[in-house]
Nanobody
Framework: QVQLVESGGGLVQAGGSLRLSCAAS????????MGWFRQAPGKEREVVAA?????YYADSVKGRFTISRDNAKNTVYLQMNSLKPEDTAVYYC?????????????????WGKGTLVTVSS
């Protein structure tokens, strides 16, 4: 039984930082892409960052967010700095076959339940 559990969401002032974690269990995902999506009210789901052996970042978060993974712990992280109100969204951890699948089709095999990030102005 594969399970992805996110943690680290919460309330933060603009300019602040949060670190999201996603711990996977049930399978080993060292050869898979792991990533983070977000969805704000009234907007479509978008990929924020993804990592397999390289990394991808949406233009809106480049230079502010850093994705990393620890395969020994089957865990992916998202360090979010210089947060803006427009970053407010539910953030979902995901595991899929490739970064391209995530960026081109928003496709993933497994999803977490999401964690809410709220950035106040």
């Amino acid at each position: 039984q594969v399970q992805l559990v996110e943690s680290g969401g919460g309330l933060v002032q603009a300019g602040g930082s949060l670190r999201l974690s996603c711990a996977a269990s049930g399978r080993t995902f060292s050869s898979y892409a792991m990533g983070w999506f977000r969805q704000a009210p009234g907007k479509e789901r978008e990929v924020v960052a993804a990592i397999r052996w390289g990394a991808y970042y949406a233009d809106s978060v480049k230079g502010r967010f850093t994705i990393s993974r620890d395969n020994a712990k089957n865990t992916v992280y998202l360090q979010m700095n210089s947060l803006k109100p427009e970053d407010t969204a539910v953030y979902y951890c995901a595991v899929g076959p490739s970064i391209q699948a995530m960026t081109n089709t928003a496709r993933a095999d497994y999803w977490g339940k999401g964690t809410l990030v709220t950035v106040s102005s």
